[in-house]
């Protein structure tokens, strides 16, 4: 399908402006939904997409769901230890195979109870001997490209899949050091916003709001005057920024990690799918599965460093995410009602270290939109 000019002409813009010169992008990137349509089909189904945590899949057995670009997709760990993307759709007549998590080495459709094994096979099909165009050993669940990355898992439902270590080999030099793949997540949630999914995504990758929208949360921790920008990579963007001296000296942290990392923050994105927030002691994460142009689903966790964190500490460290995303949500919500008024003109984007992750951002939409 080709991009309707009106977009396009914007996307190509995009590429011609600089840090200096960056504009937001109009409202009808957020509210269109044939535009939204087009994204997922460029984006989202052809692209690494970040849909949990490793440690879901830790042991033979278990299993959760998501939703790429409207495929539902079953994640399994199978006896054979290896961890699958499969279709979660029954080969039978369409049924969504799962939709909880848990721990079975036997998924049983509920319409006919056609039943599979986290390989995808189809072991049983009651009742459907006499075919002679079928046979259950025959039938298995497609299957997508499945890769893990510091400990995140991310799915390729597109036939072409690039080589997602490649693509984050410069994100990975940023980050090893924190090693997000040892860390654990102590906390998770999953929520729906009614915004749009690049809304939610732009916003937890700029400090320009950390002060301002955040004075009584986040400015008191991360304040905006010490956000600094990151030179972006192919699919990643991101930003760092300090904390602020009035924090205790003693952070915990990998050993890994020199004293000037130990005291950043590290916001980073990797598109088009999942925003990392990371400290030495803990990571912040946000999977993004889009909806419509109006509606995002978020798979939110914590991920904490190292053993015997207090359970008062955890629950300091929730509270302060939950209050600052309440504080994001609130916003969002008048940002994409603003984003969908008749009137709504493009606004200059501040200095790169502020909101230049928003013009990188852009620019990476218009690599893989265009
Ligand atoms: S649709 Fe799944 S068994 Fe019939
Ligand atoms: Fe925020």
């Known amino acids: 399908m080709p991009i309707p000019e009106q977009f396009a002409e914007v996307l190509r813009g995009v590429e011609n402006q600089t840090y200096q010169t960056a504009w937001s992008l109009p409202g009808r990137f957020y509210v269109d939904e044939e535009w939204f349509n087009i994204e997922n ?25 998501c939703d ?6 079953l994640l399994t760990h199978g006896k054979d230890g290896k961890r699958r993307a499969l279709s979660n759709i029954c080969l039978h007549r369409g049924t969504i195979l799962v939709e909880e998590s848990g721990s079975s080495d036997r998924f049983t459709c509920p319409y006919h109870r056609w039943s599979y ?12 001997t006499g075919r002679k165009d079928f046979t259950s050993e025959e039938c298995r669940l497609p299957e997508y490209f499945i890769e893990d990355w510091m400990g995140f898992i991310f799915v390729c439902i597109g036939s072409n899949p690039q080589d997602l270590n490649k693509q984050l080999q410069k994100a990975t030099e940023l980050i090893q050091p924190y090693h997000l793949e040892e860390m654990k997540t102590l906390y998770r949630a999953d929520e729906c916003w009614e915004v749009n999914w690049k809304c939610l995504l732009e916003n937890f990758m700029e400090g320009y709001h950390l002060s301002p929208l955040h004075r009584t949360t986040l400015h008191k921790v991360n304040p905006t005057r010490l956000c600094k920008h990151i030179e972006p990579g192919d699919i990643h963007f991101g930003y760092t920024v300090g904390f602020t001296s009035r924090l205790p000296e003693e952070r915990v942290g990998h050993s ?15 598109a088009p799918g999942l925003a990392v927030g990371i400290g030495s002691d803990y990571c912040s994460f946000l999977c993004l599965q889009p909806v419509s142009a109006g509606r995002v689903k978020v798979k939110i966790g914590l991920l904490f460093h190292g053993d015997n ?36 003109a493009s606004g200059p984007l501040a200095k790169k270290d502020f909101e230049g992750t928003i013009f990188d951002f852009f620019r990476y939409l218009s690599r893989s939109l265009l």
């Open 256 to 270: 890994d990690l020199t004293e000037e990392q130990m005291d950043t923050c590290v916001m980073v994105a990797i």
């Open 309 to 344: 964190w207090p359970e008062e500490v955890v629950a300091e460290a929730v509270s302060l995410f939950n209050d600052t995303m309440a504080e994001d949500k609130a916003v969002l919500l008048r940002v994409q009602k603003g984003l969908a008024a008749p009137s709504h």
């Open 68 to 73: 790429i670009a409207g495929q539902p997709v």
């Open 117 to 128: 094994d986290a390989a995808g096979q189809l072991l049983t099909a009651p009742r459907m």
């Open 41 to 65: 089909q460029r984006l989202f189904s052809q692209q690494w997409v970040c849909v949990g945590r490793v440690e879901e899949l830790e042991n033979p057995g278990d299993f959760f769901t």
